[in-house]
């Protein structure tokens, strides 16, 4: 049987980790490879039991590191797999054997700034620069590029010609499947009792959040609940919020799937003013539970959610203000969700991978 690297060391972590989970669970449907999943030993547990067709690795190499660049490419080589699936854009960059990755956004790209890290500037420009060389060297070395919508498509495009557009595969990403299945942890009810507006997702620079804080500071019938991680990032804007005595600025860190049903579920709406994307999990998590969406008027969005939410400039303060004010959940009107799935992700994931396999084949 031929042999499938999947790259799953970032599989506790937000967002990349939602998608190397289900990317896992649903191929488990396939039997015809064998896949061999590169996971740290923290989380290896949390994979439970697999078919006989996977072949777990541990691999605690961490990404961004050394150790990835010489003990990951060692197992990998070890293991002489006919295709491996970088799942993340930071991998072993000498690795020479076939191989895939998905691309989510190229943010840094167009967002370099030493505000984005938590080292000293020349430490973050170094890191900035090897970024962009194992960009670059993925997008022509790769056998296909997978990104989460056509907007990341047509950001690598224009970053390095049309020679790789045939090679790059959008293929959208969906709703969770435990998300899916979470029942709504009502308890929260008797802590938010005031209406609120909802942000989900990390506290990075390009998420622009510090500017929908500084719109909450003349918004006071309303609380902002800002749900994410716990991180460098978040600990630096929760105590610039606390240096104001704002008190309608509510932080909700690390939160369980329960708890994000009950925050879509009441919010008066998800608020998302980034200025740049990839996807956006958090939107299509809200219109799946029928939370209406206001956010930036950016390609991605517009893609994903086929226009339909309320859009402002994420670049005006007043606008975005402007819009929470004239909001009326009442009156707005439910669209129903974008028809993503993981499972069809994966599915076509999988077809991704018998393509390239069979070229090959057909070729030797």
């Not at 990317?23 to 999943?37: A, D, K």
Request: hydrophobic share 40%.
């Amino acid at each position: 049987m031929k042999k499938i690297g999947i790259d799953a060391r970032l599989y506790g972590q937000t967002g990349v980790g939602r998608y190397i989970k289900n990317l896992i669970y649903y191929l488990q449907e396939e039997e015809n490879f064998l896949f061999y999943i590169y996971i740290s030993s923290l989380h290896k547990k949390e994979l439970g039991y697999l078919p006989e067709n996977f072949i777990i690795r541990e691999n605690n190499s961490p990404w961004h590191s050394v150790r990835e660049q010489t003990d990951c490419l060692l197992m990998l080589l070890q293991d002489s797999l006919d295709l491996m699936h970088f799942t993340y854009f930071s991998y072993p960059f000498f690795y020479r054997k076939p191989f895939i990755i998905t691309l989510h956004d190229l943010t840094p790209y167009f967002f370099k700034t030493g505000k984005a890290s938590t080292r000293a500037k020349y430490l973050y420009d170094l890191k900035h620069f090897f970024y962009r060389i194992l960009v670059k060297n993925a997008v022509l070395r790769a056998q296909a590029i997978i990104t989460p919508s056509q907007a990341v498509k047509n950001d690598i495009v224009k970053m390095f010609g049309t020679a790789v557009d045939k090679k790059i595969h959008p293929i959208y990403e969906g709703v969770d499947r435990e998300l899916l299945a979470a029942q709504e942890n009502r308890r929260l009810r008797s802590q938010f009792t005031r209406p609120f507006f909802l942000y989900v997702g990390n506290f990075y620079p390009h998420k622009n959040v510090e500017m929908l804080i500084q719109v909450f500071s003349q918004i006071t019938q309303y609380d902002l609940v800002l749900v994410g991680k716990r991180d460098f990032f978040a600990r630096r804007i929760e105590q610039s919020v606390k240096k104001t005595g704002r008190n309608n600025v509510r932080f909700f860190f690390d939160a369980r799937d329960e708890d994000l049903v009950f925050f879509y579920k009441h919010a008066q709406a998800l608020i998302n003013p980034s200025l740049s994307e990839g996807f956006g999990l958090p939107l299509i998590e809200a219109a799946y539970f029928n939370c209406p969406i206001i956010a930036s008027h950016i390609p991605v969005f517009n893609e994903i959610l086929m226009g339909k939410f309320i859009k402002i400039n994420p670049k005006s303060p007043d606008n975005l203000e402007q819009a929470i004010r004239t909001f009326n959940k009442e009156k707005y009107i439910l669209l129903a969700p974008p028809d993503y799935s993981f499972k069809k992700m994966a599915e076509e994931t999988y077809l991704l991978y018998k393509q390239i396999l069979y070229e090959r084949n057909a070729q030797e």
